[in-house]
Every structure is written in C-alpha cells, then in structure tokens.
C-alpha cells in the first residue's frame, strides 16, 4: 500500500491529480481514483452487460480506495484532500476544477436520491446493527444497486472521517458535512444520514447474503460505532461552545445584575 501513495512519472493526462504535484508526477492513489470518476461517468443502458461491468468496477475502486486509507491512513487522507478534479472530463462547464473529496460526496449521496427521504425520515436504516431484519418494500425496483453502492461510498467516507493516530481528520470531516443532504426544513442529515445508510447496507446484505456477510458486516457495524462517536463528540463540542458562550454574555458588565 505505501507505494500506491508515492509519486511516479507518468505523461498520460488524468481527470484527477494532486495539489502541488506536476502534471507529470502522480500516485497509484490518483489512478485509482480517476478510473472511478471515469467509470461512473459512463452513459450505460441498466440491464445491459457493459452496466454490469461498470457496477463492479466501482465497487472494485471503492474498495481498494478503502483499503488505502486503511493501512496508510494519513498520507492518503492527505493526498484524498489535496485531490481535484478537471471538470473537463466529466462534461461539466460550471467550473474548471473542483476537489476530488466534494465531488466523491455528492456523488455517493447522489446514489441515495431513491431512498433519501425515508433515510432524512429515520424510517430507512433505523434499525439496529444487530437487528437483521429489513423491510424490502421500502426499497423501489432498481436501488438495491444503488444502496450497495452508496453503502460501499460511505464506508470510504467514514474511514476518511475518523481521526487516526497523530492526524486529525476535522478538516474532512467538515468537507463532507457540508455535502450531505438536508431536509425540507432545512437540517443537515448529519452523520446520522451516514450512519442510517450504512445500517439499511448491512441488514440489506445480511438479508441477501445470509451468515456469509459476517465478514463484510463486522468491520462496518466498528465504522457505525467510529461515527457515532465522532458526531457525540461533536454535539457535544457545540453544546460546550453554546454554554460558555452564554455564561460569558451573562458575566458581561454591560449586563445589569437585576436586570
């Protein structure tokens, strides 16, 4: 894994490279992640056979992205961050660039729009991880895809998430809050859309895999449990912050003491 996150020549031009790397210097890391924006670019019939190639190569990507920032946690969170992306590639004229870590959130939430509601609702994933049941119904023809998909997307994503040693993940985490979807009155999913999702992914696996998805199910229900912790941490941050910002407005002089 260390050698996919160093710098090699390369003269072939991609849709992504690396801030402060030269056009011809780039990573295994960048390879990887622009065959996955190419891949999902991809016009493809749904029940054609090039789709299903497309389908299983994106989780390919996912997977390997995942497994990157797994063993080498900081200098591909580093390099993940730093990534953009030519919008040139993607048929896009709104912006010539934008980074790779925004565009990798809105898509992967974008693979939610079927099931997002009831996701934001709290009727979709509210089960518990241990709780194996789920309700197909709530699931139209077609998503199952996109449900594994987005499942996959936010695992890479929680792992992005949460701190490892010696790196604080607080500047990606904020990039990808600020990307999530947000109700009709106008609040943020939050983690707790990441969290249902993957919950909805799991019971959806175990549903259709059966005992064989311990394997898959285990290492997400820790990730669940990583995330859940980051955001009681966070709101708690915010209510200490909202505390003393209001004893320090009750302390002020310019307050009367008998008003």
């Known amino acids: ?56 190569h994106t989780i390919f990507c996912l997977n390997i992205l995942t497994n990157v920032v797994e063993m080498v946690p900081n200098q591909t969170k580093k390099l993940i961050e730093s990534m953009i992306i030519n919008e040139s590639f993607l048929c896009v004229e709104s912006s010539p660039k934008i980074p790779g870590l925004t565009w990798l959130v809105r898509w992967v939430v974008s693979k939610t729009t079927g099931f997002q509601n009831s996701v934001m609702k709290g009727s979709f994933g ?25 499942g996959n997307g936010f695992v890479l994503l929680a792992c992005l998430m949460i701190d490892h040693e010696n790196f604080s993940s607080g500047s990606i985490r904020d990039s990808i809050l600020k990307e999530l979807p947000i109700d009709s009155d106008g609040n943020s999913g939050g983690i707790q859309f990441m969290v249902k999702t993957l919950k909805a992914f799991c019971n959806f696996y175990h549903y259709s895999v059966g005992d064989l998805s311990v394997a898959v199910i285990a290492p997400v229900v820790k990730l669940i449990t990583g995330l859940e912790e980051v955001d009681q941490a966070e709101q708690q941050a915010k209510w200490s912050q909202i505390y003393n910002s209001t004893l320090s407005l009750c302390k002020s002089p310019h307050i009367s003491q008998d008003g």
């Open 1 to 56: 894994c260390d050698q996919i996150v160093r710098s090699h020549r390369w003269k072939i031009p991609l849709p992504t490279s690396s801030q402060g790397n030269t056009s011809s210097e780039i990573t295994g890391l960048d390879i990887v992640f622009s065959y996955l924006v190419k891949t999902v670019s991809l016009k493809q019939e749904p029940e054609s056979a090039h789709h299903k190639s497309k389908y299983d």
């Open 126 to 150: 509210s089960q518990d991880e241990t709780n194996i049941a789920i309700d197909t119904n709530e699931l139209k023809a077609g998503e199952e895809e996109n449900l594994v998909i987005s």
